[in-house]
């Protein structure tokens, strides 16, 4: 990047750190959770973030935004910090937010602010200099904040404005996350300046017993095309997806749908049910996530929070908590009733040294170590050959859960087809492993395949969370292959299961399995034996993480 200088990677600093990651982002140092505000401008992309400057801990009165910079989404440049307390409406913290681009190539941030009152209100902030690819400095508007807790919404429930949309009468529309009681609510404001808001008293979304949804996402995906859009678009070659992180839950729910801006009407395809069939974007440990639309390369683009699974006391102890999962591209699935996902193309750049098996055979029982590359950081692709899908034994409709699946009563049952998949972040001996893999099920007239990402033996340590994740998903009766790619980084796995259609993000710190001293495995435990048809599985390199300095 023009001007400035990029100091040494944060890996070399805490190289004495097993769990600090090598090509995932986190600041050089203490608390980051939900990203804010991601955009793409004049040529530099650009991530936000909610960082308290003084801990690894949340700052409950001292978050502000973090800022850093990058030309490709994977290495990254840290500025200084973009919004911070200063004014009544944020003097108690500067919270999660989105960018908006305004006509004549304008950014324009609403975020949540806590104000004197300790009230949950949203302000504006511009850039200071339009002229500054890198937007160091930002000014607050003098008429902030712009909103206030309407009625029937709690005033400590009001928060995480959206990208803001332009119906076709022209006027800006933006949504805020909301709750009263156990109700959550989607509030929907409208403006024709950008900074007089008039709410619409009728909630855009509601739902009982959930609580708060926060960090509401609302945007366009084509029907037939993998290409993005912006968020602004409304016609008959688009649908439309309303996000919504449910703080109870701690996962980001989705919902499809048809949207009609003259009627401020979206109509999601199936209702919330409260149950394991909502549509997720991760089915592991992501929170908060925020999209973007790249017009540079023409896709939608996802960040997620991954927070952490250890103590506060270990996060103390490391001086950082928070990474967020890989920049995924998502589009529309062809069946039209989910999004797929898959990383970007430019973490390809960081994959150094390669191997390569073909056409190997897993009997019943069988495990192959995967030799040749630095399993601790691995980029893994591998393509599963099925046998024949009528071998797969019957699974009842009260079984489907997929976390009943998870359970001993189920999992220790033996499975014709599976369970088969890789073992990440793994002692040379297995007895520490994160076990992520598919298992075929016969599910009345078609197929389902059960995808977990298993963490009960993830590390020997005691003090940290093994929650086994799952999900289960309709297959085609003619599959004959499935894919699973498994993003590996120190103390993360993001996995990616048959094409994008399936994502689990885990969080392991396994004892012995660091550094050199991991392994990964392929294995099979499934009566049936299984064909690694191709397997890529590569070391990666550090991405570059640096501070700015004017020359």
């Not at 404001?189 to 709410?199: L, M």
């Not at 495990?367 to 024949?388: C, H, M």
């Not at 990440?424 to 990402?453: P, V």
């Not at 191709?534 to 300095?549: C, D, H, I, R």
């Amino acid at each position: 990047m023009e001007n400035i200088r990029e100091d040494a990677s944060p890996n070399n600093i805490n190289s004495e750190q097993p769990y600090r990651t090598w090509y995932h982002f986190q600041p050089l140092k203490n608390w980051m959770n939900d990203p804010n505000g991601p955009m793409y401008y004049k040529g530099v992309y650009h991530l936000f973030y909610q960082y308290n400057p003084d801990a690894a801990t949340f700052g409950h009165e001292k978050m502000v935004w973090g800022h850093s910079i990058s030309n490709d989404l994977i290495n990254w440049t840290h500025l200084n910090d973009a919004i911070v307390p200063t004014i009544p409406g944020d003097i108690n913290s500067c919270w999660s937010g989105s960018a908006t681009i305004l006509p004549g190539e304008k950014p324009a941030m609403l975020y949540t602010g806590i104000d004197q009152n300790r009230h949950q209100v949203q302000n504006l902030a511009m850039p200071k200099n339009l002229s500054d690819p890198y937007l160091r400095e930002w000014e607050k508007h003098p008429q902030n904040p712009l909103m206030t807790p309407p009625s029937g919404v709690e005033v400590g429930e009001f928060r995480d404005p959206s990208t803001a949309w332009q119906g076709k009468d022209g006027k800006w529309r933006v949504i805020i996350g909301a709750q009263n009681g156990d109700e959550g609510k989607i509030i929907l404001y409208k403006s024709e300046d950008f900074v007089k808001w008039i709410v619409d008293p009728i909630p855009f979304f509601a739902t009982d017993d959930t609580g708060v949804c926060e960090c509401p996402d609302f945007f366009p995906v084509y029907i037939n095309n993998t290409n993005g859009v912006d968020t602004t678009m409304e016609n008959s070659s688009v649908r439309h997806v309303l996000k919504i992180s449910y703080l109870r839950r701690r996962h980001d729910y989705y919902f499809i749908g048809k949207y009609v801006s003259d009627k401020e009407e979206f109509v999601p395809d199936v209702k919330y049910t409260g149950t394991w069939k909502e549509l997720r974007f991760d089915y592991g440990k992501v929170y908060a996530s925020k999209s973007f639309f790249d017009h540079a390369k023409n896709r939608r683009i996802l960040w997620a929070w991954a927070e952490e699974s250890d103590t506060s006391e270990d996060d103390i102890q490391k001086g950082w908590a928070g990474l967020q999962t890989i920049p995924r591209k998502f589009w529309l699935d062809k069946n039209g009733k989910q999004l797929m996902q898959w990383p970007i193309e430019e973490l390809e750049k960081l994959r150094g040294k390669q191997i390569n098996i073909t056409g190997e055979t897993l009997q019943s029982g069988s495990t192959l170590e995967v030799k040749g590359i630095t399993a601790s950081q691995a980029d893994v692709e591998v393509l599963f050959e099925l046998p024949n899908l009528q071998s797969a034994e019957l699974l009842e409709p009260s079984e489907v859960d997929p976390q009943e699946l998870c359970k001993e009563q189920y999992a220790s049952r033996n499975g014709m087809i599976g369970p088969f998949g890789l073992q990440a972040l793994a002692s040379k001996d297995q007895t520490e492993r994160t076990t992520i893999s598919f298992r075929i099920y016969r599910a009345g007239d078609g197929f389902k395949c059960l995808m977990i990402s298993d963490q009960t033996r993830s590390s020997l340590r005691e003090d940290v969370e093994k929650t086994s994740y799952a999900t289960i998903f309709d297959i085609d009766p003619n599959l004959k292959t499935i894919s699973l790619r498994s993003l590996i980084d120190r103390s993360i796995i993001e996995s990616f299961g048959d094409g994008g259609r399936a994502c689990i993000t885990s969080r392991a710190y396994p004892l012995f399995a660091t550094d050199k001293d991991a392994h990964l495995f392929v294995f099979n435990d499934g009566s049936q034996s299984v064909v690694i048809s191709q397997l890529n599985a590569w070391s990666m390199k550090q991405a570059q993480f640096g501070t700015e300095s004017i020359i």
